[in-house]
C-alpha cells in the first residue's frame, strides 16, 4: 500500500516511523515532511491545505490512504474534498469529516456538543462583540481566576488564564473588537477555571467502534515546575501513573462512550483520532477541549508503545472493521523531552546547524521544526526535535532521553530538565 502522511511536525515524524515497520507500507510520502520525515519517507513539497497539489500527489503515486496529522486541513474539510470527488473517493482517508472536526473548529461547537451528551466540563458562556457588555457582567459575577478562550483555532495560543478583573475584561475587549487572535477569536469562551492535573486520553474510532489508546500526560510551560509562557508542548510521559483502574473506569463511562454516542447521535461521520484533554478535579475527570487528531508531543509517547501493526489498524478504521483489532501496549514507560530554538515560544532564529544526530540513529529522536540542507540538518522552527525512551518507570526513561539529548547540539538549543517532576 502507498500511504501519505499530512504534515511536517513532530506527530508526522513519529507516524511515518511507525507506518514505515508495516509489512503492508509499500512506498511511504509526507507534506510537507522535515529531515526527520525524509529518514523513512518521501517528502513532498506541498503544504498542508494545498488540497489539489495533494490530489495531484495522491493520484501521481498511486496513493492509497492519507493520514492526516494536523487540525488545520480537517477542519478545512479535507476528507470532505476527497469524499466529493470521484478521482479521489476511493482513497483512505484517516480523519473526521469538516461537520466532526468543529469539535476542534469552535469551542463553542465543542461545548454544545459536550452540554447535549452529559459529559463532563467547566461551564461556560459564549460571547461576541455584539454582547460584550453582557460578557463583562459575567466576569464580574465570576470567581478568579478567569479562562477567556478564542473560539477558533489559534495555533495554541486562544486561551488566556487571567487573575485580575480588570486585565480579564481588558482581554476579553481586545480578542472581541481589536481581533487579538485574528478570525479566531470573533467569538469567545469564558470558563469556569478548574483547579486539578491534566493528561491527555486518545481514542481511535471507525464512527462505530473504539479504541482506547494509551493515556499521556505532557508539559506545556517553557520553564521548569511548568512556569512562564505555553508552548506547543515541552516534553510527554506515558503511561500516566495517577490514573487508576478506577479513574480510568470513570474516563471510560462519563466521557469516551458518551462521546463515540454522541458522534452517532449526531451523525457526525468520523473515522480518525480523538484527542480528549482531560483534568482531573478530585478524582473526577472533566474535558477541557477536544482535538480531532493526535496530540503533540504526546504522539512521541504513545505511538511508540502500539506493538501492533499500526498500518494495518489505520486499515481496519478505514473498512469500519475496529471491532475486530485487539491493541498490544508495550508495558514500559514512554518519555519524550523537546529540544527547542532559544526564544521560543517568543521570537527565535532558524537555520542553526544540528550535531550529534549520527550518533543516536537507533534512539527515537523524532524531528519537529529541521530542514534537510546540503548535508546539513538546520532548525526550522521553534520546536525543533523530540527525543523518546523506554524505561522501567518515568525517572529511568527521561534520564535515558537527558543521555541523548546531553550529545545533541545547535546555537540557543533550550529544554527543560524536570520533566516528569510532578509525578
Same mark, same amino acid.
Given at each position: ?69 494536523p487540525e488545520d486541513p =480537517? ?9 466529493? #470527488? ?29 452540554? $447535549? ?70 467569538? +469567545? ?24 489508546l494509551p493515556m499521556a ?49 449526531? $451523525? ?5 483520532? +480523538? ?11 472533566? +474535558?477541557?477541549?477536544?482535538?480531532? $487528531? ?32 485487539? =491493541?498490544?501496549? #508495550? ?37 519537529a521544526g529541521t530542514k ?10 521553534? $520546536?525543533?526535535?523530540? +527525543? ?33 517532576? #510532578?509525578?
Amino acid at each position: 500500500m502507498n500511504v501519505l502522511v499530512i504534515g511536517g511536525g513532530g506527530r508526522e515524524h513519529t507516524l511515518c516511523w511507525k507506518i514505515k515497520q508495516s509489512k503492508d507500507c509499500n512506498q511511504l510520502f509526507a507534506a510537507p515532511g522535515n529531515a526527520g520525515t525524509a529518514l523513512c519517507a518521501t517528502n513532498l513539497p506541498i503544504e498542508v491545505n494545498d488540497f489539489e497539489g495533494i490530489k495531484n500527489a495522491v493520484l501521481t503515486n498511486s496513493i492509497q490512504m492519507v493520514v492526516v496529522g494536523p487540525e488545520d486541513p =480537517l477542519v478545512n474539510g479535507i476528507h470532505d474534498f476527497f469524499l466529493n #470527488d470521484p478521482q479521489l473517493s476511493s482513497v483512505g482517508v484517516i480523519g473526521p469529516q469538516k461537520e466532526a472536526a468543529t469539535l476542534e473548529g469552535s469551542k463553542a461547537y465543542a461545548k454544545e456538543f459536550m452540554m $447535549r451528551h452529559n459529559i463532563p466540563t467547566a461551564a461556560y458562556a459564549e460571547f461576541t462583540s455584539e454582547t460584550i457588555t453582557e460578557g463583562e457582567v459575567f466576569l464580574e459575577q465570576s470567581n478568579s481566576p478567569y479562562v477567556l478562550k478564542a473560539d477558533g483555532l489559534a495555533a495554541g495560543k486562544g486561551v488566556l488564564i487571567i487573575e485580575d478583573l480588570a486585565t480579564a475584561k481588558k482581554e476579553l475587549r481586545e480578542m472581541l473588537l481589536e481581533s487579538k487572535f485574528g478570525a479566531a477569536s470573533s467569538k +469567545v469562551v469564558i470558563e469556569e477555571f478548574l483547579a486539578g492535573i491534566e493528561l491527555s486520553c486518545f481514542v481511535l474510532t471507525d464512527g462505530t467502534s473504539y479504541l482506547t489508546l494509551p493515556m499521556a500526560k505532557d508539559y506545556k510551560r517553557i520553564g521548569e515546575g511548568d512556569t512562564g509562557l505555553n508552548t506547543g508542548g515541552m516534553g510527554a510521559i506515558s503511561p500516566v501513573p495517577f490514573v487508576t483502574k478506577e479513574f480510568k473506569d470513570k474516563i471510560e463511562t462519563q466521557i469516551i462512550k458518551p462521546t463515540i454516542e454522541g458522534l452517532k447521535k449526531d $451523525r457526525l461521520p468520523y473515522k480518525g483520532f +480523538v484527542f480528549i484533554g482531560l483534568i482531573k478535579v478530585g478524582n473526577e475527570p472533566k +474535558v477541557i477541549e477536544y482535538n480531532v $487528531r493526535l496530540g503533540d508531543p504526546e504522539t512521541e509517547v504513545v505511538i511508540p508503545r502500539i506493538k501492533n501493526d499500526f498500518l494495518a489498524v489505520l486499515q481496519a478504521i478505514n473498512d469500519e472493521r475496529l471491532n475486530e483489532v485487539e =491493541l498490544e501496549i #508495550d508495558s514500559a514507560v514512554a518519555a519524550t523531552v523537546v529540544a527547542v530554538s532559544g526564544g521560543y515560544p517568543e521570537g527565535y532564529e532558524k537555520g542553526k546547524i544540528i550535531t550529534g544526530l549520527e550518533l543516536h540513529k537507533e534512539k527515537m529522536v523524532f524531528h519537529a521544526g529541521t530542514k534537510q540542507k546540503g548535508t546539513s540538518i538546520e532548525t526550522s522552527g521553534g $520546536r525543533v526535535l523530540a +527525543v523518546t525512551s523506554f524505561g522501567k518507570d518515568h525517572r529511568h526513561a527521561v534520564k535515558e532521553s537527558y543521555e541523548t539529548l546531553s550529545k545533541i547540539d545547535f546555537q540557543g538549543i533550550n529544554y527543560r530538565k524536570d520533566i516528569g517532576f #510532578d509525578l
